[in-house]
């Protein structure tokens, strides 16, 4: 098993977009999930799609806003995240599950990367 890195996190203004990345290191990234977490609040999902990129999930609060994609060459997944809102504000991570099929179990988490966006 190895581990799980996130990048690409920052301070925007509203509206702004931000891509983030995921690097899987000793290991396979099978199935992927973006998952974010704001001071107060449950952990939410956001985005996940499977080992091949053919199947995509996206959570309401982002629909239209985020879109996921992966490199599998260089075992990086991304998310790309448009008109950034400040209730987009929280640390967002990465995770991958052992099927391939972005819907889980979420066996293997990152460290989060944190997203500010201000008015």
């Known amino acids: 098993q190895g581990d799980l890195v996130e990048s690409g996190g920052g301070s925007v203004q509203t509206g702004g977009s931000l891509t983030l990345s995921c690097e899987a290191s000793?290991?396979?990234?099978?199935?992927m999930g973006w998952f974010r977490k704001a001071p107060g609040k449950e952990r939410e999902f956001v985005a996940a799609m499977s080992y091949s990129g053919t199947n995509q999930y996206y959570s309401d609060s982002v629909k239209g806003r985020a879109r996921i994609f992966r490199d599998n060459a260089k075992n990086t997944a991304y998310l790309q995240l448009d008109r950034l809102r400040p209730e987009d504000t929280a640390t967002y991570y990465c995770a991958a599950d052992r099927t391939g099929t972005g819907s889980g179990p979420w066996n293997d988490w990152g460290q989060g990367t944190q997203v500010t966006v201000s008015s």
């Open positions: 000793g290991r396979t990234l099978h199935g």
